[in-house]
């Protein structure tokens, strides 16, 4: 999980003063609003960096504050580790934002890797410009729903994963569909690989689409590419000790006064 933890200053002398149980209410009041103020931080640039859209929607709900109490001064930052509906955890998904480095195969490419279609050492990735062949949910991910017709439509199926998201009735609807002139449509639209090699070679290695008359509309799908290195692009840690330094001070004199006016 990627976190960063605030902890209170020293409160053993305000304690000696007999004030301790004031100390810790304002200590924990200043925490968990220092806390939720590198929340924003994180946000902010997250709005500055990530282009847009549904991406940006999806991560300015991927983090959660852990509060502190007065039993246990600590406020923790850190990306959720839960999903959002069906989607992937949000830490599986946005950890390399802030550590960098490989990216491992997801569910969908070990299917199509083990039927053979991607490549080993390769990964799928969806293009950059905008294409009419993919289908993208509103957390800017591929559609679930396209993802498990496109890899029913290439026989990718193992018997778990995706073809136990699949119904029975679709399964058969899918096998029935006509073969037309060697190639099977769904929805008028033809799937088909490209290797960049013989007579897709003008075309990068994936999956490609092709409609229209003799398939002169054709629009990449997901291209092979090798191993995604990331780049960090935040440093959680960095963020939280900018807003302790600058705001720690105030909040927590202003939350001691209050502690100390509202004291029975």
Not at 150 to 163: D, H
Request: charged letters at 25%; glycine letters at 10%.
């Amino acid at each position: 999980m990627i976190k960063v933890k605030l902890e209170g200053l020293d409160v053993v002398a305000a304690r000696l003063a007999g004030m301790g149980k004031q100390v810790d209410f304002a200590a924990a009041t200043a925490l968990n609003k220092t806390a939720f103020d590198v929340r924003n931080d994180v946000y902010a640039q997250m709005r500055a960096v990530i282009a847009g859209g549904p991406t940006v929607q999806y991560t300015l709900k991927s983090f959660r504050v852990e509060k502190a109490s007065k039993q246990s001064l600590a406020a923790t930052v850190g990306l959720r580790t839960d999903s959002p509906g069906k989607g992937s955890r949000f830490d599986k998904t946005l950890a390399h934002l802030f550590t960098g480095g490989n990216r491992n195969l997801k569910r969908m490419e070990r299917a199509f890797q083990a039927a053979g279609i991607l490549p080993s050492g390769m990964f799928m990735v969806i293009p950059n410009e905008s294409s009419w062949a993919i289908k993208i949910n509103a957390h800017g991910n591929p559609d679930g729903g396209f993802v498990t017709q496109l890899i029913a439509y290439f026989n990718a199926f193992g018997e778990q994963g995706y073809k136990a998201n699949m119904t029975d009735k679709r399964r058969g609807e899918l096998a029935k569909k006509k073969q037309e002139g060697g190639y099977m449509k769904i929805c008028g639209v033809v799937y088909f690989i490209s290797t960049g090699r013989g007579q897709t070679k003008h075309l990068q290695p994936g999956i490609w689409a092709k409609r229209g008359t003799h398939g002169i509309d054709v629009a990449p799908v997901f291209l092979f590419v090798r191993r995604p290195q990331y780049k960090q692009l935040f440093d959680l840690e960095a963020i939280a000790n900018k807003r302790v330094k600058s705001d720690w001070q105030a909040n927590f004199s202003q939350a001691f006064a209050k502690a100390l006016r509202t004291a029975r």
